[in-house]
């Protein structure tokens, strides 16, 4: 199946500083690449889409200001978190489809644990 | 509209039992149907999906049941074991480019031995 990575895995930040996820997709191009955050025992809550070569849609009530996101090729997506605050502490999450296929299959990355202190 | 329910919350099956997980959705539009599974600090990993041409998909022991009428779906694992022991979440969206999943809110299933 195809493969999405993501780095840093975990990172721990202090508050006030700005942290940068990468979402790639490894053997696939993704048009559309999606950023979900998990809480604790809940489910994924989508944040925002991203789209190539063009400015994200962010769901509401989500920061677009503060979740900067950054999709400058077909396999590369960056979410930043700016001026992080404790309650940014989160499992984030990011998921792509392969443009080049009819197949409508999402695939999720392994997920990046933020922790800012 | 956009609401899709799942339950149960939890579930604790019998090592070779099946455990059935229920999904109820609203939107009509909604046509690609996944189901996927995660286990603790992992990322989702798509387990099966569905599409409402069909009514039933089998993928070794997973097998996903799709009411159209009643706008409803399931999976079920047979001979469920230990290593099933997961959260399983539904999702539901429109195959169109760009579109994103909606989930539900995930059961925990566990698996004794």
């Known amino acids: 199946g195809a493969v999405v990575s993501q780095h840093p895995s975990r990172v721990i930040c202090k508050s006030g500083t700005s942290v940068k996820i990468e979402c790639r997709s490894l053997d696939f191009q993704a048009t559309t690449m999606f950023w979900y955050r998990q809480f604790p025992k809940k489910s994924l809550m989508l944040m925002a889409t991203s789209n190539e070569g063009s400015k994200a849609t962010y769901e509401q009530g989500v920061e677009k200001d503060k979740f900067l996101i950054n999709h400058a090729s077909l396999t590369l997506s960056t979410l930043t978190v700016t001026s992080a605050h404790p309650e940014d502490s989160s499992f984030y999450i990011c998921?792509?489809?392969?443009?080049?296929?009819?197949?409508?299959?999402?695939?999720f990355g392994p997920g990046t644990r933020l922790t800012v202190t | 509209q956009q609401q899709v329910k799942q339950s149960p919350q939890s579930l604790i099956v019998q090592k070779g039992g099946i455990s059935i997980i229920n999904c109820a959705y609203e939107n009509t539009a909604f046509d690609y149907f996944p189901w996927y599974q995660q286990f603790p600090g992992k990322g989702p990993a798509l387990l099966i999906a569905?599409?409402?041409?069909?009514s039933e998909k089998k993928e070794g022991r997973f097998t996903i049941s799709f009411n159209k009428s009643a706008k409803q779906f399931s999976l079920h694992i047979m001979d469920s074991q230990p290593g099933d022991s997961a959260t399983y979440f539904c999702?539901?969206?429109?195959?169109?480019?760009?579109?994103?999943?909606?989930f539900g809110k995930g059961t925990t299933l566990s698996v004794s031995s």
């Open positions: 999702a539901a969206s429109k195959r169109q480019a760009g579109t994103a999943l909606i």
């Open positions: 569905i599409r409402p041409d069909v």
């Open positions: 998921s792509a489809r392969d443009s080049g296929t009819r197949s409508y299959e999402q695939y």
